[in-house]
């Protein structure tokens, strides 16, 4: 069979008249696979009629992502099973133990999870959760080494003084190192023209940072990303964090920091939005302004107090906190925002943007040095910042 139309059966699916092609063997069994997801009638015509779908039946779903995770990389089996879960309507099927263990783990599969949090029934927890670990921990292989490089190096950085009081606070390496160009060699020494000391060595927390985090519907990808990068920062002596999520409540998830997963479990996605009474509660956690970091992680669809929500943004930067508004944290492109708060905000002097996982740490170290954020944001993820 020619190559070339045989991707072209692979790709248009249907019979072989289209392409003059049939399949065989394993290429029949994968045309067979994606004919269950795609060709299941949701776009009329006569390749729907070919195929029955996947179907009520845990079992036969289960069988069908075995498939699919024999005959396509992770990556694309990842897409066929959000597929799925959106196209067909299998959200109910993933109460299911036997679906669970079958399924490719992934952050969009972990949001799925956590969204059927409060009706999953008992027999399921235990894999739920054994899949939402896995997904954890591979993130967690993932950026906390980044994380804790960049933060420290920021902490280590703001935290410099050419001042230094005491010989005790003198950082020897580095002021050795910036006074190279001053050696003696007829002496074997080097004249220090400038000292390099450590500004905040008897502070035990330089900065404290509270995470903000919106658990409407929309926004699950961003909290599954948020609550491992907040177990990361709650792990480091030099910041105090703080983690709460919200819809129209506010629920304090700080106390469960040391254990992502039980932190996410603790959310409910889903249901309204009141920014304003997040933003509230928020402020009342930090005790030195000048020396905290705001992260409203948001779409900023507001249902509460607009009026309000921006005089309390407007307070804390006034009050020197850093305040930066990320739109999404994760992997999904630009999202969906209230184009007309984030542009408030940005009349505020406080930066709305997406920002990749990858890019987070970086996010970190810039808010800690306190350089300006939007043009952070325009020169690391090459978009200006709302």
Known sequence: ???????????????????GCALGGTDAQMDGALAALYNSGDGGGSSSERSGGLGASAPRVARWLGDIRS????????????DAVERLNLTRLLLEPEMLEAVEPDV?????????????????RESARALVRKVVSELERKLVQKTKAAVTGALD?????????????IDWDRTIRANLKNY??????VIPSRLIGYGRRQRAVQ???????????????????SSVFGAVLASMRSLRTSLVVFDTAVVDLTDQLHDPV?????????????INRAIAYGQGLITRPTDSIFILISDLYEGGVREEMLRRVAQMTAAGIQVIVLLALSDEGAPFYDHDNAAAL??????????????????????????DIGQWAERQLGRAAI
């Open 1 to 19: 069979m020619d190559e070339r139309l045989r991707r072209w059966r692979m790709v248009l699916g249907g019979d072989a008249d289209g392409t």
């Open 71 to 82: 005959y396509f990389p992770s990556t694309v089996v990842q897409v066929m099973q959000k």
């Open 108 to 124: 969009h599969m972990v949001g799925t999870i956590l969204s059927l949090n409060r009706v999953m029934p008992e027999k399921a």
């Open 157 to 169: 950085r703001s935290a410099r003084t050419h001042r230094p009081k005491r010989v005790a606070d």
């Open 184 to 189: 003696l060699p007829d002496r074997n020494t």
């Open 207 to 225: 900065r404290e940072v509270v995470l903000c985090i919106d658990q409407s519907g929309s926004m699950a990808a961003s909290v599954v990303y």
């Open 262 to 274: 039980e932190l996410l479990f603790g959310t409910q996605l889903g249901g309204g939005t009141d």
């Open 346 to 371: 940005a009349a505020l002097g406080v930066p709305a943007f997406a920002c990749t996982p990858d890019a987070f740490p970086d996010l970190m170290a810039a808010a800690i040095e306190r350089r």
